[in-house]
């Protein structure tokens, strides 16, 4: 089975500051997972994916996420917020060719 | 680039009716996927099609059915629409279904049973 949680349902920060979103997943093998972006109004935008070439993957826009097996999590970080980072985000896991499975979440609300 | 389209955007049902939704991608994509997304719940998968001509059923497949004549069109169709149905959906197509192939997503469909 697979499943992914993400810790935070809100995060807010101020721009300029670092983001980091946190998510967790459970997987009997080798996960594939990614970051998406929902802008309002919008549909999911492909941020990130970790393909197991390398566990930090850089993504568009300035954000990535570091794949760490030991503790199972792929966080989603970026150094410096912007206004337009203002979305919701969701991290998916998918294991060989079973069916996406979403996180539930995070709403980040970026501060000026 | 339109990539992932759906209409209609917006739709207010009263309960009993009928209604389809469609989906069409001009990316030559084999697979297809609605989902429905509801606050605080992500995405989950309604049916999905791995071809044309085929269907199958996802996580929460009940009240909805599907159809896949061609390879650039899905269609989701609500036979008598229930207030449980009241969502956004989410149309999705991939190259392949194979772990790293991402899903590319339409801008969804606001849908309000009454």
């Known amino acids: 089975a697979q499943s992914v949680t993400q810790l935070d349902s809100h995060v807010s920060v101020s721009e300029g500051t670092p983001v980091l979103l946190r998510c967790n997943y459970s997987s009997s093998y080798s996960p594939s997972l990614f970051w998406y972006v929902q802008h309002p109004n919008k549909g999911l935008q492909l941020l990130l994916k970790y393909t197991s070439a390398a566990t930090l993957v850089k993504g568009i826009n300035g954000f990535e996420a570091e794949f760490k097996k030991s503790e199972t999590s792929f966080h989603l970080t970026k150094p410096s917020a912007h206004m337009s980072d203002a979305a919701e985000y969701f991290c998916?896991?998918?294991?060989?060719?079973?069916?996406?499975?979403f996180g539930s979440g995070t709403q980040l609300t970026v501060l000026p | 680039n339109a990539g992932v389209t759906q209409t209609p955007k917006f739709r207010v049902l009263k309960t009993g009716q009928s209604m389809t939704l469609l989906c069409a991608q001009d990316m030559n994509h084999e697979y297809m996927y609605w989902y429905r997304q509801d606050p605080g719940m992500g995405l989950r998968l309604i049916h999905y099609?791995?071809?044309?001509?085929?269907?199958a059923k996802g996580e929460v497949p009940d009240g909805y059915n599907v159809s896949r004549l061609k390879k650039q069109n899905f269609l989701l169709g609500l036979e008598s629409a229930a207030p449980s149905q009241t969502s956004v959906y989410f149309c999705?197509?991939?190259?392949?279904?194979?772990?790293?192939?991402?899903?590319?997503f339409g801008d969804g469909t606001r849908l309000s049973i009454l």
């Open positions: 999705a197509s991939s190259l392949f279904r194979r772990g790293q192939q991402p899903q590319h």
């Open positions: 099609s791995v071809g044309e001509g085929t269907t």
């Open positions: 998916v896991v998918r294991v060989r060719t079973r069916q996406l499975t």
